[in-house]
């Protein structure tokens, strides 16, 4: 499925709804031939009916039905309409010279052209020329003709009202149908990028701005449900009203329907070419939105920092640059659009039109050839209704290549590796950590992890100090199993964690980072993380055992106080307070703090200290920590440098050795005595 294109992976999940989509273009195609029947209709009523008292009337003996005509004592009736059991006595015509009406008590040939003077009217054709004698007929004479006429147009205009009603309804359900079924692809498009992005291993959110991700699930969505929308319910549509259309003109007339063919390739010649052009400049519009959401994304988030430094003005040449890209590849994509639409479809409109008046035309040349009107009228409704679709089309193609060019994007992500998300319990361990001459990098080259080789026996608390950069806060990210090590194999109760999925290893451990996360919702929410399996008793239980309900009870609507996005109304030591709650609401066997005291002034960090001593019992406890003084009673205490584990053993016995860990001690302890 990666390697199909674009197109083929969108028409696969236009599939999974189907039955909507048949059903929907089920009710086009009848809406369609309902609505099409129109100018056929229309060609009855004027060639058979307005246009069809001219011609051969047959006399008969008695006036026995409603197509009978009565004139001057004798009883006429079309010869088209007589019957079989009807005796014709004699025949006579018809027929029109100018805006005036005749009657010959003869039959006369219809093709030619015709004159009158002093009653007698001339047929000239190519062979021959004929004058036959005739009567002119005055209204009140020719109404009688024009009256069995009259049922048949009313009971046509009536079945063309009832076909256009049942054509609206159709045309709903088929608009209904089709904006539904789209609705429905980019909705499970939408919940399947999102899934995916929770199954892509963290190491890819690291160099991938969010809010370049937030553009794919959300803009570039958009742009495709633009695409399902306008291909299903106008493109498609416009298909079908064509081959409808065609399909009537072949009933008109083969030979002109077949010259309208030639349309066909050159609207799709001029889609390559759209392609062509709109392809590269889409590439370019869809990828600046993309940096554009990132830079705002980042600007929102860092505006105090942008503020405090007075940065204002390099932001805003920042986006602008972005802005101003994006606003020249626009310009070319409407410079684009500007050749095609209204344009492109009037040069092709007026080409057909000189073409069928030609073709028409000629006829008048040869003075046996006789085009009715009727023809005329639904061959020019006909073609005028065939550039409706083509303009539709042609208008649907920068929409169209735009969302081809978001699904690339939109599937790219989703070819992005990710790693099946399973759930199933497993039982809780026990804790006992090893890692077995582990070696890490995190792209593959620079390592910031050698050959490290430690154990932690379950319920002990092992404290991994060190400068910055010295590979604490790595370890703790291959416990936790957002990266894997190249080198060396993890192991928990003697499993190796690659057995497990993420999910699994995580289940029994729990986390708080430096710089704590809070979700849009309520503190308990924040502790719970909407799990059903801890309850409120629960959530307050764990939010009083770190001391968080000091601040809690002052706030207006206590646990239930609301947290808006990254907890900002709370300060860094209040948020870290909720993040070691929710740690400790799972119960873990496993408890890791990342610099999770860094952060909180002397009381707080003391008030958890004494939390701690109790929450631990029975867990396996690993903290990194700057502050020496609140490692002291770890078990064991490992010293980093440069991703080796230079030392390690209890406070006491390191303090003893005078070594790394020694020095870093004294610092601390001669920067405090300086600070009181």
Known sequence: MKNSSTEKRLFQYALNFKKGILIGLACLIVAVALELAGPLIAKTIIDEHI????????????????????YKGGYYKRSDRLEEAETEIDQATVLQVGNNYFFVDEVVPMQGKRSVEDGQITIKTSDQTSTFESEKLSLSEMYPFFKPEQGPIIFLLGLYVVLLLIAAVFQFYETFMLQKASNQIVKKMRNDIFAHTQRIPTDYFVDQPAGKIVARITNDTEAIRDL????????????????????????????LAAFCLVLIPLLIIWMKVYKYFGSKYNKVVRSTISEINGNINEAIQGMPIIQAFSREKKTKEDFEKLNERHYTYQRKLVKLSALTSYNLVTVFRNLAFVGFIWYFGSFSLNPESVISIGMLYAFVDYLTRLFEPMEDIVNQLPL????????????????????????????????NIEFDHVSFAYNDVDYVLHDISLQVKSGQTAAFVGHTGSGKSSIMNLLFRFYDPQYGRITIDGHDTKE????????????????PFMFSGTILSNVTMGDPRITREEAVHALQAVG????????????????????STFSLGERQ?????????????????????????????????????????????????????TIQEADTIFVLESGIIKEQGNHHQLIDGKGIYYHMYQMQQGKAKRAV
């Open 400 to 431: 169209i290549e735009q969302a081809r060019v978001a699904g690339s994007r939109v599937f790219k992500l989703m070819d992005h590796d990710g790693e099946k998300v399973v759930n199933d319990t497993i039982d809780k361990y026990r804790g």
């Open 228 to 255: 399902y929308e306008r291909v299903l319910s106008i493109v498609v549509t416009s298909i079908i009203y064509m081959a409808g259309i065609f399909g009537a003109l072949f009933l008109l007339d083969v030979k």
């Open 51 to 70: 246009l069809g008292v001219e011609g051969k009337w047959s006399q008969v003996e008695e006036n026995n039905d409603s197509d009978t005509v009565s």
């Open 500 to 515: 497990w999925s993420r999910q699994q290893v995580r289940s029994h451990m729990g986390i708080v980072l430096q710089d």
């Open 548 to 567: 968080a309900d000091r601040f809690i009870q002052k706030l207006p609507n206590g646990y239930d106080e609301q947290v808006t996005e990254g907890g």
């Open 577 to 629: 307070l909720i993040s070691f709650a929710r740690a400790l609401a799972f119960d873990p066997s496993i408890l890791i703090l990342d610099e999770a005291t860094a952060n909180i002034d002397t009381e707080t960090e003391a008030m958890i200290q004494r939390a701690l001593e109790v929450l631990k019992k029975g867990r396996t406890t690993l903290v990194i920590a700057h502050r020496l003084s």
